[in-house]
């Protein structure tokens, strides 16, 4: 009879073991924000749907300091999820050659990046230009 | 205890054994093979190869050159029409690694690149970045895993051969995991065992390099050949031995003294170019870098570091990204384990104990003497190295012989009889309890971790790059008070999952065997040649006396008996080793000989 | 040497089989100099304080692949891990992370062979060819595509380091998923449409949510995250193939 008895240790906790876990665990809570601001826009559409008065109601209720206060949280999460989402980009993508070279990590993580600020910014002024 | 029905078992999962394992499979795949290895196959130590593996490729170059630098490079030692063999199969073995997946470097069009090694005339090494040996390993392993009738048996420590009516019958393992021992019984067995390095002190093998398996033949009465030839690889880690590979050389470094000086040029070896040229300076063979080491040594003219006299090997000139290139294993090993940036900074070498040229006396086909059994690989004698083995040429080896292994010993099954079952379980049992007496036994009081620096000491204080009759005698005796020191030996474990101090215990006796081979093997050979080189009055090479193998049997409980076997001469008489200018000229006087 | 000879603890985490309900740590004190690696001081416990200690090693420079261990808390290759980086503290080695331990840093290894075995890691070739024929033709470029992934050195730390596979140890994780892309990317291949059905499979990559761990802690820059998460690009499309062509994707 064999005297092996492998012994298996437990999981529970594991992603508070490793800093690294930890990083990821708050790059996947961020999500959340970005799940919970998707259902806010979608509220809003419905508002919009029922007319005018109904998205008056809704844009009111948006100044509520509460929600501005939520606005700000919603945006510092939304930039950290963007930022790891951007550094793990190079794992996720077939190696982009360029000049017989293979572009290094940074250069995909810095242009995903600089893609976004760009997309964001324009958005930005585009609804700021229709508002005024 | 279990046992299992083979046809063919191969003891050894590194490059020898899996090539050995796939011709078997091939040649029959109705064939049962048993693969038995201690250590998963990838771990074995072909991995640890850097530089490449040879077979002539370019148009310039020829067989006629390979078996030229080989026998030459091998101080004539060598079985002539066996080297006419290996080199004649070179190409063809790792183009088959090639159609199999090794992913060789490369020509801008695609055909696979070679580079120049030490003692080569024209470059005709294959490499795969500075990880050739991982490479050949990863691709035959995975490889192997396309054949249903290999089975194997990892981290399975083989103890024992079974043999009954004359001939080899099968193998006693232990399976490492429970501690439970195993008959693996098989019509042939192939021993690939690989090298024995780790009998020496400083040295570039693995932890696995033990020389089990010469040991096990050679108690069944198999001689152990050449066995006092060790190369000393020139150019190694000071402290731990890890190497930096030839190729560091031929890829044009320089190895330069405390004065910055290329001390090669004043050992026959020079002019100093700029740049290699092959078989000259820093592409000699290794004996002679690692001989002119040792002058250097005796005229101050090394760096004292921490572990002892080094000198050093300068690939500044390289450059960093031709470095990162072609040697990108080296620059991390020099980060990590130095702190020497070799872009930057010259690294620290000194010779350490890197190759086995001797073993299991087998002729052309891998046969050993003892009828069913097989060897190849680095624990085998087949006769391709001589006194001194040329760099890259026993990657190919693995593949040449290993696939003659295979098919010969695919061969022997199929015309031989099964064996009695019973009978060679009972002799099964008696090996277990012989072996179990190791850990079983109390009251011993001797360290293994003692006993084995003791022993690895004295080797390289008797057999190291130059040899004197009074210390080969010293190492003599200190290895037979060893053997007697071992019998008390303390196996404090007497548990059975994963007992590696005990499997440590059997090893160390197989290492003192070994060594007793090459010691004895040593102080009767009174002459120079290759790696085997005296100052004691023998400095000359004596081929009216010793242009002969020496054969190591063994004695139980004695010192080994030493007797000479013929050298098979085909197509070259034995001239003088000249490297260098001098060697260019020696070579045109034989041209003009011959014409 | 002598001078600059120092004394480090070591905390080992032991278990035997044979005798222990559970594992436990258990403190040495290990003299070292500036160049021994942490496989050296566990190799020094093993000779001279405590001969039960049982490890795997084999070759000390970084290319066996045998020596993994989990070294304060991170996967790492013992023999290229030094002790002088941790001095004056405490060093603290444990059995890879999410592999069943056999005995003190041993683990057991058989479902990983299991999987390299399952992934059917050999050349299916394309166009066959003789030896007579010579070598395949493939470029410096195409032998770059998969060199990075052919680097593996079957060590395991990337699956200590992926919280996916110690949740469910079926995932084929993510050297196995690495060797599997190596050849599905060799241009001397042509065997990938047998291997995307394990990619598709419910121990395929979809059990991997991008932690990325794994690429940071292999020892040998193969970038199995990469393999991973290339494939499921693949399998997804493999996915909408199936629905486009009659005989488009894996069977
Ligand atoms: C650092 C280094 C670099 C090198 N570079 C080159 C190079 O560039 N070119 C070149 O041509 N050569 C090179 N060599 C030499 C060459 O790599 C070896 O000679 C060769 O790999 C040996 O292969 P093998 O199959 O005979 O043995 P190994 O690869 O050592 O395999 C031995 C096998 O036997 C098994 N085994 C041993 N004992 C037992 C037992 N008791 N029970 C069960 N199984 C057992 C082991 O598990 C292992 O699987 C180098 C060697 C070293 C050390
Ligand atoms: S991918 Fe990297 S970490 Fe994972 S087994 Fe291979 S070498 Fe080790
Ligand atoms: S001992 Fe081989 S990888 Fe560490």
């Known amino acids: ?132 | 205890m279990e046992s299992y029905k083979a046809d063919v078992v191969i003891v050894g999962g590194g490059g020898a054994g899996l090539r050995a394992a796939i011709a078997v499979a091939e040649s029959d795949p109705a064939l049962r093979i048993a693969l038995v290895s201690k250590v998963y196959p990838m771990r074995s130590h072909t991995v640890a190869a850097e530089g490449g593996s040879a077979g002539v490729k370019l148009p310039t170059d020829s067989l006629e050159y390979h078996f030229n630098d080989t026998v030459g490079g091998g101080d004539w030692l060598c079985e002539q029409d066996v080297v006419e063999y290996f080199v004649a199969h070179c190409n063809e073995e790792l183009t088959q690694l090639e159609h199999w997946g090794c992913p060789w470097s490369r020509t801008p069009d695609g055909h696979v690149n070679v580079r120049a090694f030490g003692g080569m005339k024209i470059e005709r090494t294959w490499f795969a970045a500075d990880k050739t040996g991982f490479h050949m390993l990863h691709t035959l392993f995975q490889t192997s895993i396309k054949y249903p009738s290999i089975k194997r048996f990892d981290e399975h420590f083989c103890v024992d051969l079974v043999v009954e009516h004359g001939r080899v019958q099968g193998v006693v393992a232990i399976e490492i995991g429970s501690g439970e021992f195993t008959l693996v019984e098989g019509r042939s067995v192939v021993i690939a065992t690989g090298g024995a390095g780790r009998v020496f002190r400083e040295n570039t093998n693995g932890g696995v390099v033990t020389g089990d398996g010469m040991a096990v033949a050679y108690r069944h009465g198999v001689p152990l050949r050449d066995m006092e030839f060790v190369q000393y690889h020139p150019t190694c880690m000071p402290g731990t031995g890890l190497l930096f590979t030839e190729a560091c050389r031929g890829e044009g470094g320089f190895l330069v003294n405390k004065d910055g000086y290329r001390y090669l040029q004043d050992y026959g070896l020079g002019p100093a170019e700029p740049s290699p040229r092959n078989k000259a300076m820093e592409l000699g063979p290794r004996d002679r870098l690692s001989q002119a080491f040792w002058y250097e040594q005796q005229k101050g003219r090394t760096i004292e570091g921490q572990h002892g006299s080094v000198v050093h090997l300068d690939l500044r000139h390289l450059g960093e990204a031709k470095l990162r290139e072609r040697l990108p294993q080296i620059y991390e090993l020099a980060e990590q384990f130095l702190g020497v940036d070799p872009a930057r900074a010259p690294i620290p070498v000194r010779p350490a104990v890197h190759y086995t040229m001797g073993g299991i006396l087998v002729d052309g086909r891998c046969a050993s003497p003892l009828p069913g059994l097989y060897a190849a690989g680095e624990c085998s004698s087949v006769g391709i190295h001589g006194a001194n083995r040329l760099g890259s040429n026993s990657l190919s080896e693995l593949c040449v012989f290993g696939k003659v292994a295979g098919e010969e010993a695919a061969r022997f099954a199929k015309a031989s009889a099964p064996g009695n079952s019973a009978s060679l379980l009972k002799q099964a049992q008696a090996v277990e309890q012989r072996v179990s007496g190791l850990k079983t036994k109390t009251g011993g009081n001797e360290r293994i971790a003692t006993l084995r620096k003791e022993m690895a000491q004295t080797m390289e204080d008797g057999c190291g790059i130059y040899r004197l009759a009074d210390t080969m005698q010293k190492t003599c005796d200190k290895l037979d008070e060893l053997k007697e020191r071992f019998k008390n030996v303390n196996v404090e474990d007497k548990s059975s999952v994963w007992n590696t101090e005990w499997l440590l215990a059997i090893e160390l006796e197989y290492q003192l065997d070994v060594a007793q081979s090459m010691a004895y093997s040593a102080l009767n050979r009174r002459e120079s040649r290759g790696a085997h080189q005296r100052l004691d009055g023998f400095e000359k090479r004596d081929d009216e006396n010793f242009l002969k193998h020496s054969q190591a049997h063994y004695v139980a409980g004695g010192a080994p008996r030493i007797d000479y076997g013929d050298v098979k001469i085909t197509k070259s008489q034995p001239g003088t080793r000249a490297y260098g200018a001098a060697g260019e000229k020696a070579e045109q006087e034989r041209k003009a000989a011959n014409v | 040497m002598s001078e600059n000879q120092r004394i480090i603890e070591i905390e080992v985490l032991r278990y035997h089989p044979e005798k222990d309900k559970a594992p436990y740590q258990q403190v040495f004190q290990v003299p070292f100099t500036d160049d021994m690696s942490v496989l050296q001081g566990v190799q020094y416990i093993k000779d001279y304080l405590d001969g039960s200690l049982s490890f795997r090693w084999s070759c000390r420079m970084a290319i066996c692949g045998s020596c993994g261990m989990m070294i304060n808390g991170e996967p790492s290759l013992s023999c290229e891990t030094f002790l002088r980086d941790y001095y004056p503290a405490r060093v603290r080695v444990e059995a890879l992370a999410h592999f069943p331990i056999e005995r003190d840093l041993v683990i057991n290894m058989e479902g990983f062979i299991e999987k390299l075995e399952s992934i059917q890691p050999y050349i299916i070739p394309k166009e066959p060819r003789t030896l007579a024929q010579g070598e395949y033709l493939q470029t410096p470029a195409q032998l770059g595509a998969y060199e990075q992934f052919s680097s593996c050195i079957n060590c395991m730390l990337c699956y200590a380091a992926c919280p996916q596979f110690g949740l469910n140890s079926e995932f084929v994780g993510p050297a196995a998923m690495a060797l599997l892309h190596r050849y599905n990317v060799d241009s001397r291949d042509g065997g990938k449409a047998e291997r995307m059905e394990l990619v598709n499979s419910e121990e395929g990559v979809f059990n991997c949510t991008a932690v990325g761990y794994c690429s940071e802690v292999c020892p040998k820059h193969v970038d199995p995250a990469n393999a991973v998460n290339q494939n499921k690009t693949n399998s997804a499309a493999d996915y909408f193939m199936r629905f486009l062509t009659p005989k488009g994707g894996a069977k």
């Open chain 1, 1 to 132: 009879m064999s005297k092996r008895r492998p012994y298996v240790r437990p999981m529970a906790g594991w992603w508070r073991k490793n800093p690294f876990f930890v990083e990821y665990m708050i790059h996947e809570g961020t999500a959340l924000f970005v799940a919970a601001y998707a259902l806010i826009l979608l509220t809003g559409l419905v508002y919009l749907a029922h007319g005018e008065a109904a998205w008056n109601v809704w844009l009111e209720g948006l100044k509520n300091p509460w929600y501005i206060a939520f606005h700000w949280l919603a945006l510092a999460a939304m930039c950290y999820h963007t930022y790891t989402w951007f550094k793990i980009m190079p794992r996720t993508m077939p190696p982009v050659i360029v000049g017989g070279k293979r572009l290094p990590d940074f250069a995909i993580t810095g242009s995903g990046l600089a893609v976004a600020v760009t997309a964001s910014l324009a958005m930005f002024g585009l609804v700021w230009g229709m508002a005024r």
